[in-house]
């Protein structure tokens, strides 16, 4: 059901380098914040069982939330620059140069 409302795309990433693993999937949830609240709010999403899961109510009411997506923003701009220094840093070439410009 998911794909269907992210045109077919996945939100996690395993393959990715591991240091980044975390935040890639972050940044992808928060890409498609508008498809994931209109999948939760869907007559799809309510006639399947997980809605009626703990679990599910409890995700269908976190995506609900201003400040959940608020939060997320937050945190994928503060650790962007993070990741891409460690990114130059696990590169085979020499970088110092880019490490000291970023």
Not at 11 to 23: E, G, I, S, W
Not at 25 to 30: R, V
Not at 53 to 82: H, Q, T
Request: net charge neutral.
């Amino acid at each position: 059901m998911m794909r269907r409302y992210t045109n077919g795309k996945d939100l996690l990433h395993p393959r990715v380098t591991h240091f980044a693993y975390d935040f890639i999937n972050l940044q992808s949830i928060f890409m498609n914040m508008h498809e994931l609240h209109s999948m939760f709010i869907s007559r799809e999403w309510n006639d399947t069982s997980m809605s009626r899961r703990p679990k599910g109510m409890v995700m269908s009411s976190l995506i609900s939330k201003d400040d959940f997506w608020m939060m997320l923003k937050e945190i994928c701009s503060m650790i962007a620059p993070i990741v891409r220094v460690l990114h130059l840093v696990d590169s085979d070439r020499p970088t110092m140069g880019y490490l000291y410009e970023a």
